[in-house]
């Protein structure tokens, strides 16, 4: 079946632009994450989702960082005025409750 | 605090040597530790995780709380065990993954 999907796959943008980001779960899956993948930095927890919970935002790095998760499937993740630092690879993965968590490809923003 | 530490960037081994990954964390509790894996040019995948204590690809990990350690280890390596191998762990109660910096191994025929 298909697996959880992200797009763009690269975005290169001027700072202080802002984007979205997407993610795309696998269909049934009730809980997805966002995490950062930075040179040096290794994967760094960002959000999580799980079905009508409040979501956990507790990694997001600044106030320019917001997600939503739109009828439990598909989520955005937005960053506002971006940053140099803020380059990285964004990574989205999915699953069901309390299970292995499914990897999408990644998005890889470049902060120009 | 919630911590996974790799001490080793890149570890290099010739085909059928033994590899040892280290994976030491911290946590108040009593946490669930994986190691995800990812190949060159591919996803990140879980490779193996402590309460399965499952062999997979001849890697197995064994949780030592006394030394709250969670190493990754191999008798004998192969190339296409080269890649980039992360330790994460997830707390009581919640999903979301505490990753390591990861640590590079490089399997030389």
């Known amino acids: 079946g298909a697996g959880v999907s992200q797009s763009p796959s690269n975005k290169v943008t001027e700072k202080g632009k802002d984007v979205e980001l997407r993610c795309d779960p696998i269909s049934g899956h009730t809980a997805l994450y966002w995490y950062r993948q930075s040179l040096g930095q290794g994967l760094e927890f960002l959000i999580y989702f799980q079905g009508n919970s409040a979501p956990d935002k507790s990694g997001l790095p600044s106030d320019r960082f917001s997600a939503e998760r739109t009828g439990g499937s598909v989520s955005t993740l937005t960053i506002q005025r971006t940053q140099q630092e803020d380059s990285a690879v964004y990574l989205c993965?999915?699953?069901?409750?309390?299970?292995?968590?499914?990897f999408g490809p990644g998005t890889r923003l470049t902060v120009l | 605090a919630q911590r996974v530490t790799q001490p080793e960037k890149l570890l290099s081994v010739f085909k059928g040597a033994p590899v040892e990954l280290k994976c030491n964390y911290s946590y108040s509790g009593s946490p669930e530790l994986f190691w995800y894996v990812q190949y060159s040019r591919q996803r990140l995948q879980l490779l193996l995780r402590?309460?399965s204590r499952e062999s997979i690809k001849g890697f197995t990990a064994d949780l030592n709380k006394g030394e709250t350690s969670f190493h990754l280890k191999k008798p004998f390596a192969q190339e296409e065990d080269s890649a980039m191998y992360y330790c994460a762990l997830s707390g009581h109660g919640t999903d979301k993954l505490i990753f390591g910096t990861g640590t590079r191994l490089q399997v030389f025929p």
């Open positions: 402590h309460i």
């Open positions: 993965a999915s699953s069901r409750s309390n299970d292995e968590q499914f």
